[in-house]
């Protein structure tokens, strides 16, 4: 657990937003139709400087790093979750439960940053939220305003470290941020600061981010933002937290999700997803636009675009895996894209069965819809344990497949004699998969069919999710009979990326689909990607000592061809 504050000295001579108006929207944002925000009124806050430049609250190892080592597969992880709170007299405490909604983007490490009294005060851990803070913990955190963050970690004695928000001092006042994404031209930056001097203390894309701050010139602090963000390409949905100010970011393409609520007492957050807003009963206003940047101060809520942004490429995999189900996602409710892409492949890839099982959890919602599609009783034969920790006591004599078992329990009564349909979501490298089908059929299934409730992966992902190289990834190396094959069922099926696109109608357009495709948004600048498939097996086998987010040579981008239909 880690505790820090920083203490400024009053700010002389220095301009911020003026009083009025007090809402500000850039003519090119999305959906200018949209109805501005009223301003509440709020208690100021003490806007205080400091002579110190940027300082060393930051990781050694990039702003999200995972080890995979506690997933029960080899599914791609999403990176971060931030939140971010303004006018609460309870914004810790509320901080705290919108993290804990958000548990499922990361839970290796958490954080919450606030300030009172012209003090930004940090408290870090590593483990769940809950593990993190406690009532003590949370009494050392008073203010209005808050920001937080949720995050997978790396091993290795900086873990700590690595955990956001993270919190520096520079010459006009400090500044918290928690960052969700990942910058493709993070070694370009990194390389023009530090030939101009900058001194870096990690590899992290967050720490460049805090340095364009540090020596911008432009006045007042919110443009130093602006400024540091229009040098930024990739993937980034931002919260930073001043002495008197909290500002939430989206880059130009809205990659990653980042939504806007409003408490019933007029305190504004900001959240990853919907399902945070829900649970501190704030109301859902709208999502932050691509390319936008809110400003929230005691003069209310004020929009600026950060540049004129392209058509929106938002993340596809946050409506097949990533978010929770009860989330409203770019505009769309998870629950009835993962049902609707269920029914797609009980029309397009039915066949003869008894029973339909998902592979839990992020299986259950397509399942669902498959077999209400299909007319077949949907059932729970596979039985999830929620209890596993990061680390197991093997017995000397190996129990075969002993990672998948841990987590997952085949229900006999469900599975014998029966032709099973089993959903799942995806398919990464395959090793998880081949062991499900060996776990049904010694349960006594008489046929597994694998219905996939995503098109083939076949690239990895630059933008903040944490994927294996190309070559890694079996939709990349196999066609579907040979996969068909590798994994033991009887059949197989992809979503069709066509159906997928028809489904999204209208905004089809508005999203990313390079992990399926290989054409990229954002052209990565650096060809690496991190090294983590290359460690792990099934995601809980091996050791995660020798995880410690290295980095490998990737390929340049190749058009890989695609996979298409089912067996």
Not at 91 to 102: D, E, K, T, V
Not at 155 to 167: D, E, I, T
Not at 177 to 198: I, Q
Not at 437 to 462: D, F, N, Q, T, W
Request: with cysteine.
């Amino acid at each position: 657990m880690a505790s820090t504050a920083l203490r400024t000295s009053p700010l002389q001579n220095h301009t911020f937003f003026s009083p009025t108006p007090p809402f500000r929207r850039s003519k090119t944002l999305l959906k200018p139709s949209l109805p501005p925000l009223s301003p509440q009124p709020h208690k100021p806050l003490s806007y205080q400087a400091s002579s110190n430049f940027i300082s060393a609250f930051f990781s050694s190892k990039n702003h999200c790093p995972q080890d995979g080592s506690s997933d029960f597969s080899d599914k791609p992880r999403e990176e971060c979750g931030v939140v971010g709170i303004y006018g609460d007299p309870e914004a810790s405490r509320l901080c705290y439960l919108a993290l804990h909604a958000l548990q499922h983007r990361g839970q290796e490490g958490a954080g919450i940053v606030t300030v009172n009294d012209g003090v930004l005060q940090s408290i870090t851990g590593v483990g769940l939220v809950s593990d993190v803070f406690n009532q003590s913990k949370l009494d050392q955190l008073p203010g209005e305003s808050a920001i937080g963050h949720v995050r997978y970690s790396t091993a290795g004695a900086s873990m700590l470290k690595n955990v956001q928000p993270f919190v520096a001092g520079y010459r006009f006042g400090s500044v918290g941020v928690a960052h969700n994404g990942n910058l493709v031209n993070y070694n370009a930056l990194r390389h023009m600061l530090e030939d101009n001097g900058s001194i870096f203390n990690t590899s992290s894309d967050t720490e460049v981010v805090l340095h364009l701050i540090a020596i911008s010139k432009a006045r007042p602090f919110f443009l130093r933002i602006v400024d540091a963000c229009e040098q930024l390409h990739g993937a980034y949905s931002m919260v930073f937290l001043t002495e008197d100010k909290l500002v939430a970011v989206r880059d130009p393409f809205g990659f990653r999700p980042l939504v806007m609520g409003r408490r019933s007492n007029g305190a504004v957050v900001f959240a990853s997803e919907t399902c945070a807003l829900d649970l501190i009963e704030a109301t859902y206003e709208r999502e932050v636009y691509p390319g936008e940047v809110l400003v929230v101060d005691k003069d209310g809520v004020q929009s600026l675009c950060l540049m004129p942004h392209p058509e929106p490429k938002q993340c596809i995999f946050e409506h097949i895996y990533f978010s929770l189900p009860n989330s409203v996602v770019f505009g769309r409710s998870v629950y009835e894209s993962r049902r609707m892409f269920g029914e797609i492949l009980a029309t397009e890839s039915r066949v003869d069965c008894d029973v339909v099982i998902a592979v839990p959890d992020s299986g259950f919602v397509a399942a669902l819809g498959y077999a209400a599609k299909a007319g077949v009783p949907f059932q729970q034969g596979l039985i999830r344990s929620h209890y596993v920790g990061r680390t197991f006591i093997e017995p000397s004599q190996k129990i075969r497949d002993f990672g998948v078992k841990l987590k997952l329990s085949p229900v006999q009564a469900v599975l014998e004699g029966k032709r099973v349909v089993v959903v799942d979501d995806s398919i990464v490298r395959g090793t998880t998969s081949s062991k499900i089908v060996r776990l049904l059929k010694e349960a006594g299934a008489k046929e597994v069919h694998m219905r996939i409730a995503s098109p083939p992966i076949i690239g990895s992902c630059y933008y903040g999710v944490d994927t294996p190289s190309s070559e890694e990834l079996i939709s990349n190396r196999m066609s579907v009979e040979e996969i068909k094959d590798f994994i033991g069922s009887d059949s197989l099926a992809f979503l069709p990326l066509d159906s997928l696109r028809k489904l999204l109608g209208n905004d089809s357009p508005n999203y990313c689909y390079a992990c399926f495709s290989g054409k990229y948004p954002v052209e990565p600048k650096e060809l690496k990607v991190k090294r983590v498939g290359d460690f792990v097996d099934d995601g809980l086998s091996g050791g995660i000592d020798s995880i410690d987010g290295g980095w490998v040579q990737a390929p340049r981008i190749q058009k890989p061809e695609k996979v298409t239909g089912h067996l």
